[in-house]
């Protein structure tokens, strides 16, 4: 007896590569929950982030309010203007999208604490 194919030569060309796209997707999904090894949101908890962070970028003061905490522990904070940034729990903070510069990047949080760039807001 033949085994049954995932497809034949007379499915259509997007129905093969759907079957390639969710397969795909299906591993990566599995290998990235190994990887986290059941870590989840539990590896940054969102009290351990400021609410906002001031930052001076060619003398003007930007604002940028957390947007998303991410499971692998990385937030991400925004502008109003869409202006944006990401920083984790030990690392620096990074600018999306931009040209490098200006008073937050390269910070840690401790450091941004320090230098009252926070705004904290407690439960």
């Known amino acids: 007896m ?9 499915t259509p060309d997007f129905a093969r590569a759907a079957i390639r796209i969710v397969a795909g997707a299906f591993v990566s999904v599995l290998i990235f929950g190994v990887s ?9 908890n969102i009290d ?7 930052c001076e970028y060619k003398d003007i ?34 600018a999306m999208g931009g040209t490098g510069e200006g008073s937050c990047l390269g910070k840690t949080l401790k450091q941004l604490r320090e230098s009252g760039q926070t705004l904290e807001i407690h439960r």
């Open 48 to 54: 351990d982030f400021p609410l906002a962070i001031q």
């Open 2 to 10: 033949k085994r049954p194919q995932a497809y034949s030569q007379t």
């Open 36 to 44: 986290m090894g059941g870590r989840g949101l539990a590896a940054a």
């Open 61 to 94: 003061v930007h604002v940028y309010y957390l947007s998303r905490l991410r499971p692998d522990g990385t937030a991400t904070y925004i502008t109003p203007d869409r202006l944006g940034g990401t920083i984790s729990i030990d690392g620096v903070a990074n």
